[in-house]
């Protein structure tokens, strides 16, 4: 089973930049499609980005679309998303997780497993 260890997140300033990696134990990582999800504090989680095993195919919600890149590195079992043009909705716990159903498209929660404890990003304007 695939473990996921989630980094870099922090305070950014409105228009900022910040890349988060997802540290993946196991030697399954490369097999699976991957998502990166949020949540905010009274609301569901989020979906934010997908790809698949071999990073040729993403998906981004609309809200995050043209701002923010998902990619991976399976040699390094690590899969990173990075955050460009920061808006403070942006402000969100941000946690990885393994898409056990394999269709990148899918946005839903209960299609991924193996969570991360997620690391916090905020957003001021």
């Known amino acids: 089973q695939v473990q996921l260890v989630e980094s870099g997140g922090g305070l950014a300033q409105a228009g900022g930049s910040l890349r988060l990696s997802c540290a993946a134990s196991g030697r399954t990582f490369s097999s699976y499609a991957m998502g990166w999800f949020r949540r905010v504090p009274g609301k569901e989680r989020e979906f934010v980005a997908g790809?698949?095993?071999?990073?040729?195919?993403?998906k981004y919600a609309d809200t995050v679309k043209g701002r923010f890149i998902i990619s991976r590195d399976n040699a390094k079992n690590t899969l990173y998303l990075q955050m460009n043009s920061l808006k403070p909705e942006d402000t969100a716990v941000y946690s990885c997780a393994v898409n056990v159903r394999g269709i990148v498209t899918t946005t839903r929660t209960s299609d991924f497993r193996s969570w991360g404890q997620g690391t916090q990003v905020t957003v001021s304007s």
């Open positions: 790809i698949s095993w071999n990073g040729g195919n993403t």
